[in-house]
């Protein structure tokens, strides 16, 4: 294992979902979300990754479970998450998870299950009525790029068959923003044309991609990187400008976070 991590971790071919300030920009969304509606624990974060999401839930005060189906992905949220006991840090698939939850979150999840309407129903099932799900989702079909096929997505999202494939599911959405336009949406676009395609691999399918999307690193090209990874007050401005004029706007973007309640 801790040879394939290796490999993955030097992959060339990085794609956006981990670059760090696209994170912190989802996640600044998601804080503004939990107020606004008033959100409460306990909390489940499936395909919980490295723990980014489960920590900042954790500095609130929260307790709930973070679950993912990667070892190497687990390992690391656990290490991450060692200060907050009251997080239950597992290796388990969303399916098999039969706890009670007053918020679930799905952060770059769905979009990787082939039978996703499956994956709704069961996530109603863990929740009291009035609970919510909170979803991050690849949106737009035809911003479909070779990333999403590298990272195992099975399809991109419309506003408007994602809130029917909630409604099917027992859920009323309630507010639906777009995270990438248009910032992030040029930086990808710009990014999966000057970057190569990675060669396919045979042995690879849906689920390896899934389970090694957390190790790979974005913008893996070490000056590129770290400049525009850097956290500073001009970042800051240019994140809250897109929010304040942009967020609506989910027929624009590349993604899109949604939050629903169980009717």
């Not at 503004?32 to 490295?50: E, N, Q, S």
């Not at 399809?155 to 027992?170: I, P």
């Not at 090209?221 to 400008?241: D, G, H, T, Y």
Request: hydrophobic share 35%; glycine share 4%; charged share 25%.
């Amino acid at each position: 294992m801790e040879k394939h991590d290796h490999q993955i971790n030097k992959t060339r071919y990085p794609a956006m979902a981990n670059y760090p300030i696209l994170k912190n920009y989802i996640i600044f969304c998601m804080n503004r979300l939990i107020h606004d509606y008033a959100l409460v624990p306990p909390f489940l974060d499936a395909g919980c990754g490295h723990g980014e999401i489960s920590l900042s839930l954790a500095a609130r005060g929260w307790h709930g479970a973070a679950i993912d189906m990667s070892e190497a992905a687990v390992a690391a949220a656990r290490d991450k998450l060692s200060p907050f006991p009251r997080i239950r840090t597992e290796r388990k698939s969303l399916l098999d998870e039969h706890g009670h939850f007053q918020t679930v979150f799905l952060m770059d999840v769905l979009e990787h299950f082939e039978q996703d309407q499956e994956a709704l129903s069961h996530v109603c099932s863990l929740l009291p009525e009035n609970g919510y799900l909170m979803v991050c989702v690849p949106s737009n079909p035809p911003e479909w790029r070779w990333d999403d096929h590298f990272y195992g997505h099975y399809r991109r999202y419309t506003l408007k068959s994602l809130t029917r494939k909630m409604h099917r599911s027992g859920f009323s959405v309630c507010c639906a923003w777009d995270v990438t336009y248009p910032v992030f949406y040029f930086m990808r676009k710009l990014y999966t044309l000057v970057i190569t395609r990675p060669p396919d691999d045979p042995e690879e399918d849906h689920t390896k991609r899934t389970l090694e999307s957390a190790q790979r690193n974005a913008w893996h090209m070490p000056f590129v990187s770290r400049m525009l990874s850097m956290e500073n007050a001009v970042w800051r401005k240019i994140c809250q400008w897109q929010f304040d004029h942009y967020k609506e706007k989910t027929g624009l973007g590349h993604e899109m976070i949604l939050l629903a309640r169980r009717r």
